[in-house]
């Protein structure tokens, strides 16, 4: 019989208990134990749950208990997340966690740590909920240089963009369908920001590069500067916007990593991944592209991939498994973000029709290729620009406001 205690018991730690309790027998089979969780630590009451009597609110009695080998962390958030985790890995028992800002800004450490110690620190349901993701990099794909990831990484965003796309809403709008519909949280800047897809493209690229990558060194853009009319050019580009986390290894040893929004062409393999749904194309010298597709958030896919490494570790009980690890940050390592080239849309805005407003912008991007949007009104134009980096096109802007353009938006355009 394998103990475990779950530290929280919200969304994520309850699904753990759901999934732990309706699949205990093939578990068991799979651990090739028995998994009986002993403590489950929360500081609400739950009289009304069967199990209420595994709850304290006391962390160090789950610390000093030594039958319990293996501790689930789903409380999210860093503190005191990261401590429990250190304390636990400290004290001889693996973690296996869901929260992907403690393994952004913790995991060097921590995999540290576990190392050390001989222990197991697991995190595939930190990125992607129930998409696997974190071994298929790890394992799967090990014999390949990943020379590029590129993904949807946040279901609420994806959500928003969708319904902009489709159905013509206006973001505020989509927002607030997002919330009633429980897709987005009461307070959704770490989606619509783009946070959380930050922290999430910083796990995949510290691990596929062996190094990690801290969320404060990425340029992260959300979607909340995203308008129906960007929509609309990148429609007649013939593509759709998404939120892209893209993390590529550069010539010069360096690593181009950032978030922002992006014209997908349609051809592209994660144009459709729509609505809540993730999805993450990881590029391989050898393999080509792989893309993964599912559920990136909710209650049972995330329990689903947590309970997965609890099997793991299970099984892997008095050995670290090897298979996650990076050293920790690098000076240098990360290209500044805004001198890389990469093709770009730019919308502009100024008093005349579109025709006039599009010539003025080419005296200053004699390269600009003109869009043109359904419902295009006057007083505005799109274009695309050829490989140019954001240091360069912000220099261009005062050369733009002397055509009496002013830069409204502009947006990459991903090469996937
Ligand atoms: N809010 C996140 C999302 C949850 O929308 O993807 C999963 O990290």
């Known amino acids: 019989m394998a103990e475990i205690a779950v530290l929280g018991h919200g969304v994520v730690g309850s699904g753990v208990l759901e999934v732990l309790l309706t699949h205990k027998d093939s578990i068991a089979k799979r651990a090739k134990e028995e998994i009986h969780v002993k403590r489950i630590l929360d500081l609400r009451e739950f009289p009304q749950l069967p199990y209420n009597g595994l709850f304290t609110k006391d962390f160090q009695e789950i610390l000093d208990d030594p039958e319990i080998k293996i501790v689930v962390e789903v409380m999210g958030g860093l503190e005191p997340a990261f401590s429990y ?24 450490e921590l995999l540290a740590l576990a190392q050390k110690n001989n222990l197991n620190f697991l995190f595939e349901a930190s990125v992607g909920g129930g998409i696997p993701i974190i071994r298929p990099i790890s394992q799967c794909l090990a014999a390949n240089e990943v020379t590029e990831i590129a993904g949807i990484l946040n279901g609420t965003t994806n959500f928003i963009l969708t319904k902009m796309i489709r159905e013509g809403m206006v973001f505020a709008d989509a927002l607030h369908l997002a919330q009633q519909l429980g897709y987005a949280e009461r307070d959704p800047s770490a989606d619509v920001e783009g ?10 690229a510290s691990l596929a590069y062996g190094t990690h990558v801290y969320p404060d060194s990425v340029h992260t853009e959300g979607i909340t500067a995203i308008t129906k009319e960007d929509v609309g050019y990148a429609s007649a580009w013939g593509g759709v ?14 690593l181009h990593i950032l978030v922002s929004p992006m014209f997908i062409s349609r051809e592209s393999q994660l144009a459709n991944v729509d609505d809540v749904f993730n999805g993450i194309l990881v590029r391989g010298d050898a393999t080509g592209d792989v893309v993964f597709y599912g559920k990136g958030a909710g209650k049972l896919p995330t329990a689903s991939a947590v309970v997965a490494d609890v099997i793991d570790c299970v099984r892997h009980l008095r050995s670290n498994r090897k298979i996650l690890y990076w050293e920790d940050a690098k000076p240098d ?4 973000w805004d001198v890389t080239p990469q093709d770009v849309f730019v919308r502009v805005t100024g008093e005349g029709d579109s025709d006039s407003l599009f010539d003025r912008a080419q005296q200053v991007f004699p390269k600009a290729v003109r869009l043109i949007r359904r419902d295009e009104e006057p007083g505005e134009a799109g274009f695309t620009l050829p490989q140019i980096a954001e240091e360069e096109l912000r220099e261009k802007e005062p050369d733009l406001e002397k055509q009496g353009l002013r830069l409204a938006n502009r947006v990459r355009i991903a090469d996937f």
């Open 85 to 108: 985790t250190k304390a636990c890995l400290e004290k001889g028992k693996s973690v296996v966690t869901s929260n992907k800002e403690l393994v952004a800004q913790k995991g060097a």
């Open 333 to 336: 390592y990360v290209e500044p």
């Open 241 to 254: 916007i998404k939120l892209i986390g893209e993390a590529k290894m550069l010539e010069n040893g360096r």
């Open 195 to 204: 946070v959380d897809a930050c922290r999430k493209i910083c796990i995949l």
